[in-house]
């Protein structure tokens, strides 16, 4: 039997054997991981030995963003029997575990550190970066919330982070449920009763923020992937008017909505 550790970073997260482990790949058909054989060629990662979660295997290919969830980038290592029952009694006592040998990357050859200036340099780089960017500010500016008036005549704030999205889900439920009224809170600001009605126009101009700012960001990736000079990819801001050749069918639909809205 062979023995392995699972590395993230420096850290051990899990240990298994080449008995009880299971390789994925991804099934184009389907859109999603499979389980695969050891020796298949087109292996991305590997099941947690409780079989809860799936790591990307770091110097295979990257799971496709099509695939939900979130994959941890780790390294696999053989190791003996004895470091296997040790690291193995520290996961299960849920102890952190900081790698003895940690990975040490090779040194790039000259060619290698050449061909990573030219990456760096080029353009789909610093479109991949750009994009990343603009994805964080979708996020910060659904996190920021949104402000609504209510029944009391006043403008209310409220946040959009996570958590707030699942607090607001479990107060749409209690109204599905035929409540007249539930507790929430604006920021900062105490919890209070609200009437079915007001919740209702948070929960709905809430999810038209996000169902915007999400769509909004999709077109604007696909604009920037269309762009064939740098200085093009660097003018790009968020929130920045996309051309209408680049709006997708429903963003069209959300910007119109909101046109008629202020008319």
């Known amino acids: 039997m062979i023995f392995y550790k699972i590395t993230h970073n420096q850290e051990i997260v899990d240990v298994n054997t080449n008995v009880n482990i299971n390789y994925v790949k991804y099934d184009k058909y389907h859109q999603s991981l499979k389980i695969c ?3 298949d060629s087109n292996i991305l990662g ?8 799936i ?3 770091i110097d295979y290919p990257k799971i496709p963003d099509v695939v939900l969830g979130e994959f941890i ?3 696999i290592k053989e ?3 004895e470091d296997y029952i040790v690291f193995k009694k520290a996961l299960d006592e ?3 575990i900081i790698d003895p040998e940690p990975y040490i990357p090779p040194e790039p050859t000259p060619e290698e550190k050449e061909k990573e200036e030219e990456r760096k340099s080029s353009l789909q780089f610093v479109k ?3 994009i990343e960017y603009m994805s964080y500010l979708c996020n910060q500016t659904i996190e920021k919330g949104i402000k609504v008036i209510l029944s009391d005549g006043e403008l209310h704030t409220f946040a959009l982070t996570e958590k707030d999205q699942t607090n607001l889900m479990g107060r749409l439920t209690q109204i599905n449920a035929g409540a007249l009224q539930v507790s929430y809170h604006a920021d900062n600001d105490i919890c209070v009763y609200y009437s079915a009605e007001d919740m209702m126009k948070i929960i709905q101009t809430s999810m038209f923020h996000i169902d915007f700012q999400t769509t909004y960001f999709n077109s604007l990736k696909h604009y920037i992937n269309s762009m064939d000079n740098l200085i093009n990819v660097s003018s790009v801001y968020y ?3 996309i051309p209408e050749e680049y709006q997708s069918e429903p963003l069209k639909d959300l910007l119109a909505k909101m046109k008629n809205q202020t008319e």
């Open 128 to 130: 991949d970066r750009k």
């Open 73 to 75: 980038d780790v390294r």
């Open 46 to 53: 590997i099941v947690s030995s409780d079989n809860s979660v």
């Open 239 to 241: 929130g920045m008017e």
């Open 94 to 96: 849920q102890k952190e």
């Open 55 to 57: 790591y990307h295997l």
């Open 37 to 39: 054989m050891s020796d």
């Open 79 to 81: 190791i003996s029997e």
